[in-house]
């Protein structure tokens, strides 16, 4: 394949149709347009045509090295314009790769619409602080907008990066909400015991941690997954630190629950060192997250817009 066509005119879009790295950041510059730039370092896309010689590349009329992008069948040797002989995914399709621009527009809209929903979520959560009742609020739009983040690709299917991840985190989200509902209404209730000092409200409140804390730890083993479509380093790195910083505070929370419930004395070292310690990581932590949670809404948007436009806009392309 080659990026530029005869005769197209001055008013008709340019893209890239075959993997070139850029050659400051290395980003994969597949399917932005000739003219443009690298959207992580600015450089030229021209420049990195040049200096990985393809910038008068010919016609790629069999594939040298690939996989579908949504089965994983082993391209090698078919025509670009052919399909998918396992599943019949357009073979030009799996060259462009797993980057998310790719993927269809009616996906993109939905993921960009579900993204907004975690936007708004990080100005609940902060004004929810002086107003308790918004958490009701920002409750409902987490569930939302991670429900529809976490929806599967229509063209990856089983075979995108972080698909088991994805897959028990979305189970997670509905079984979060029921689980704090729950919780809360256990709460509000006259407490019935289970025997050693613990009530079902104790037991509704812990399900509901633990529930917490693997949704978050398989949410953000996907956001490292997910980070690579993007791709966004910050994203990937941020979600990294997260996943260790976040169960700490809740596993420290939740044994002190559990010794108080069994009668157990108060310890001078726990209350005055060990839980003033978690109250600063958990509260690092939700900035962290807040911080996250907003560069995927910004992203998901950014990735629809360019989608679109570049979709909307006549493409000049040579197969």
Do not use: K
């Not at 040797?77 to 797993?98: F, H, K, N, Q, Y």
């Not at 006259?190 to 812990?206: E, H, I, K, L, Y």
């Not at 997910?226 to 990294?240: L, W």
């Amino acid at each position: 394949m080659s990026d530029a066509a005869s005769g197209g005119g001055a008013d008709r879009v340019r893209l890239l149709s075959y993997a070139v790295p850029c050659a400051s950041c290395g980003y994969d510059l597949v399917g932005l347009p000739v003219d443009g730039v690298c959207p992580e370092c600015s450089l030229s896309v021209r420049a990195s045509m040049v200096r990985y010689g393809r910038r008068h590349a010919g016609p790629l009329r069999r594939v040298d090295a690939a996989e579908c992008v949504a089965c994983g069948y082993d391209l090698r040797g078919l025509r670009v314009d052919a399909v998918c002989p396992e599943c019949g995914t357009p073979i030009e399709r799996s060259m462009r790769g797993a980057l998310l621009r790719h993927a269809p527009i009616a996906h993109l809209r939905r993921m960009s619409a579900a993204g907004s929903y975690l936007s708004a979520l990080v100005w609940i959560a902060l004004v929810s602080c002086c107003f308790p009742p918004l958490w009701v609020l920002a409750a409902w739009c987490w569930g939302v907008g991670w429900w529809g983040v976490l929806r599967p690709d229509p063209e990856l299917r089983a075979n995108a990066p972080g698909e088991r991840c994805r897959i028990i985190a979305r189970l997670l989200v509905p079984t979060v909400l029921i689980a704090a509902v729950v919780a809360v209404a256990s709460q509000a209730a006259a407490p019935a015991g289970v025997g050693a000092g613990v009530s079902w409200a104790d037991v509704a409140v812990a399900f509901a941690v633990v529930a917490a804390v693997a949704q978050h730890h398989a949410n953000l083993l996907f956001v490292r997954a997910f980070a690579r479509r993007v791709p966004d380093r910050t994203m990937r790195a941020r979600a990294g630190w997260l996943l260790w910083v976040g169960p700490i505070p809740a596993a420290i929370w939740l044994g002190r629950e559990v010794w108080t419930s069994l009668g157990a004395p108060p310890s001078p070292r726990v209350d005055g060192v060990i839980m003033p310690t978690a109250v600063i990581l958990f509260v690092v932590w939700m900035l962290g997250y807040l911080a996250l949670t907003a560069r995927l809404g910004a992203v998901l948007s950014e990735e629809y817009i360019y989608a679109d436009s570049v979709r909307r806009a006549p493409v000049d392309r040579e197969a």
